[in-house]
């Protein structure tokens, strides 16, 4: 019975660490690095909760609506605030606006998600896990690029997670059912090397994650070129004979 409560346990779990990002974020900038790191962990325990589910045979709509939830304060609501702290607070009300904007698309993408029919091997819009760990870390470089450039960058990716653009789906990788040991072992490597380095180890999950997001940019392009294409075939078909 404990075994088939795990998987709610670990999205709680997720639940707690949004809660404790946020607070972290709001003691200042000293402490955005922490705040980063919680959300990173976060993340392991959004991945591992539906595939734990899957192997325990335990998914039900209950856990279902409970991860959604818990994404939005975790993924959406914690990230926006680590960004007003480093950065929005500056803008005064446009900031308080483009922080409210982040976790608003992500609860669209969420409702969007729980109430489409199943679409195996992708997503339909960025998630909002891999959209509010780009965000948590990208943050912290708020020294390194111009300021305008980082909420600019937010608001993109908000706009990416309700977009129609199709992300490769890794959450279908599955744990074997022999494997179970092996989450806390991770769990709590992860913590040792983001406790051992609190600077360097968000700033180095930030590459893989951006260039997760990047991948929606392109395929947009790609649209928008194939529009444009087609646009002009249909023109040049419509041009009277000379």
Known sequence: MLLKALPNMLTVGNLFLGIVAIILAFQGLDYVSYAAITVIIGMLLDGLDGRVARMLNAQSEFGKELD????????????AFIMYV????????VGILITAIFPICGALRLARFNVQAGTPG???????????????TFALFYQVFPKLMLPLGMLLLAYLMISRVKYPNF????????????IPVIVGLVILVAVKF?????????????????????????????????KDISDEKTLPFE
């Open 122 to 136: 992708y997503f339909i819009g960025l998630p909002i896990t891999a959209a509010g760990g780009v965000l948590a």
């Open 68 to 79: 959604s939830l818990s994404d939005v304060i975790t993924f959406g609501v914690a990230p």
């Open 198 to 230: 609190p600077q360097d180890f968000p700033k180095l999950v930030f590459l893989p994650l951006i260039l997760y997001a990047l991948y929606g940019v392109k395929k947009n392009v790609e649209i928008m070129i194939k529009k444009f294409k087609k």
């Open 86 to 93: 480093a950065v929005l607070q500056e803008f005064q009300l």
């Open 171 to 182: 959450k279908k990788v599955g744990i074997p059912k022999g494997a179970y040991w092996i």
